[in-house]
T-cell receptor
Framework: GAGVSQTPSNKVTEKGKYVELRCDPISGHTALYWYRQSLGQGPEFLIY????????DSGLPNDRFFAVRPEGSVSTLKIQRTERGDSAVYLC????????????FGPGTRLTVL | GNSVTQMEGPVTLSEEAFLTINCTYT??????LFWYVQYPGEGLQLLLK?????DKGSNKGFEATYRKETTSFHLEKGSVQVSDSAVYFC??????FGGGADGLTFGKGTHLIIQP
């Protein structure tokens, strides 16, 4: 079956611009997570959705970052006024409600802010 | 808060050597513990997990035992192959009393290089 997919795979933007990153979870997975992985580091948790609602957004670094999941499936991570420090690989993961510890990761979107 | 510390890489070994990658953690409650692997050009994959103390996770010849007394979850393999070359991440998750729904906390990763 299809795994977690993310688009685009690469995104280059200029400082100050707005970007949207998309995640398509595995069908039937109600839990969805966003992580950010900087070069040479492990992934860092950003936000967790259970269904349509953000159950935990404690990892979002500041109010320039926002994520939605309006129909409980596809999610979009939105970054306003991008900064060079936002450059990283943004990973999405999904899991079944009854097994939220077992997360399946997508290939990631590499964001480069010039 | 939760944190994971794993040995710095790169770790370079010859084929058929014994592998240990150390991982220790700090957490409240009783988290679940994981090893994820990232092969070149691929996404993160769950390698193995353990959900309670003294549990042993195993997969593809890799093993790790959840040691609560030493807060460790070291990854081992008896005989590595060139195809094991990858970056390995130790991680912890909510588990019991740990929030369950929270995101995983990862270590920085250990780059493993196996030479033929």
């Amino acid at each position: 079956g299809a795994g977690v997919s993310q688009t685009p795979s690469n995104k280059v933007t200029e400082k100050g611009k707005y970007v949207e990153l998309r995640c398509d979870p595995i069908s039937g997975h109600t839990a969805l997570y966003w992580y950010r992985q900087s070069l040479g580091q492990g992934p860092e948790f950003l936000i967790y959705f259970q269904g349509t609602g953000a159950a935990d957004d404690s990892g979002l670094p500041n109010d320039r970052f926002f994520a939605v999941r309006p129909e409980g499936s596809v999610s979009t991570l939105k970054i306003q006024r991008t900064e060079r420090g936002d450059s990283a690989v943004y990973l999405c993961a999904s899991s079944l409600m009854g097994d939220t510890d077992t997360q399946y990761f997508g290939p990631g979107t590499r964001l480069t802010v010039l | 808060g939760n944190s994971v510390t794993q040995m710095e890489g790169p770790v370079t070994l010859s084929e058929e050597a014994f592998l240990t990658i150390n991982c220790t953690y700090t957490a409240t409650g009783y988290p679940s513990l994981f090893w994820y692997v990232q092969y070149p050009g691929e996404g993160l994959q769950l390698l193995l997990k353990a959900t309670k103390a003294d549990d042993k996770g195993s997969n593809k010849g890799f093993e790790a035992t959840y040691r609560k007394e030493t807060t460790s979850f070291h990854l081992e393999k008896g005989s590595v192959q060139v195809s094991d070359s990858a970056v390995y991440f130790c991680a912890l998750g909510g588990g019991v009393f740990g929030g369950g729904a929270d995101g995983l906390t990862f270590g920085k990763g250990t780059h493993l290089i196996i030479q033929p």
